[in-house]
């Protein structure tokens, strides 16, 4: 080749493209170069790239389908499933911490309380709280009733004492205290008398007996007034003298 030229041949071979290219260098000496395209494979490389990616971008979605109304609906219904165990799994829970008899695992097994033990003692358990409620609730009336009881007693009482007090009584007929005290202390002694004589303490069920049958005999409206009588005629017997 002759120094300071480049040559370029360009030949179609079926299709393709034969290229000769010579450039100088500065050693005087050409360097040939070839190269070998084809016009038609470039266009259907870059096709199939473009193909191929597209073709990914479709697999991509493909992998990824959308959901049906069915598939919707069995997704919420599971969803709805799961919360609604796990509230039935906390109330369980719940009653287990506020039922004391079911703090206690099974002695039997050692493992954890089942779910229908725990549905028993609860049952069980509100059945005695019913029960101490009703107790309660009776007691609070019988108070109630002692309340009124002593209300009335208290207003008698207060309209006797006043009566005394607006009723002047002359001093020739007020009774010493010491008279009302031995009138007092021997109707006790007549009584303590009958008691000691019919009354067996060997045993409780010796003297409950024992003293019921002496309340009816000796404590009798009637058996209590003609003591009283007595021990009155025989003071007034005494004072006279």
């Given at each position: 080749m002759a120094e300071g030229y480049s040559e370029a041949f360009e030949v179609l071979e079926g299709g393709s493209e034969l290229k000769l290219e010579t450039s100088p260098t500065p050693t005087n000496s050409g360097r040939f170069s070839f190269s070998r395209t084809s016009s038609t494979g470039s266009n259907a490389?870059?096709?199939?790239?473009?193909?191929?990616?597209?073709?990914?971008?479709?697999?991509?979605?493909?992998?990824?389908?959308?959901?049906?109304?069915?598939?919707?609906?069995?997704?919420?219904?599971?969803?709805?499933?799961?919360?609604?165990?796990?509230?039935?799994?906390?109330?369980?829970?719940?009653?287990?911490?506020?039922?004391?008899?079911?703090?206690?695992?099974?002695?039997?097994?050692?493992?954890?309380?089942?779910?229908?033990?725990?549905?028993?003692?609860?049952i069980e358990y509100m059945q005695y709280l019913v029960k101490q409620k009703s107790k309660q609730e009776d007691d609070l009336d019988s108070l109630r009733k002692e309340v009124m009881a002593l209300k009335i007693m208290k207003a008698n009482y207060e309209h006797i004492v006043k009566t005394h007090q607006n009723t002047p009584v002359h001093?020739?007929?007020?009774?010493?205290?010491?008279?009302?005290?031995?009138?007092?202390?021997?109707?006790?002694?007549?009584?303590?008398?009958?008691?000691?004589?019919?009354?067996?303490?060997?045993?409780?069920?010796?003297?409950?007996?024992?003293?019921?049958?002496?309340?009816?005999?000796?404590?009798?409206?009637?058996?209590?007034q003609e003591v009283v009588l007595g021990i009155l005629r025989q003071l007034n017997t005494t004072l006279n003298h």
């Open positions: 490389a870059g096709c199939a790239s473009s193909a191929s990616s597209a073709q990914n971008t479709d697999d991509e979605d493909s992998d990824k389908p959308a959901m049906s109304y069915k598939d919707k609906r069995r997704e919420a219904h599971t969803v709805a499933e799961q919360k609604r165990r796990d509230n039935i799994k906390r109330g369980y829970d719940e009653l287990q911490c506020i039922v004391p008899t079911c703090h206690q695992a099974d002695g039997l097994s050692g493992q954890k309380m089942s779910k229908a033990n725990v549905l028993q003692r609860s001093g020739q007929n007020q009774v010493p205290d010491e008279v009302k005290f031995q009138v007092f202390q021997q109707v006790m002694d007549t009584l303590f008398q009958s008691f000691n004589a019919n009354i067996s303490v060997a045993n409780f069920a010796e003297l409950s007996a024992c003293v019921f049958s002496w309340l009816e005999e000796y404590c009798k409206p009637k058996s209590l």
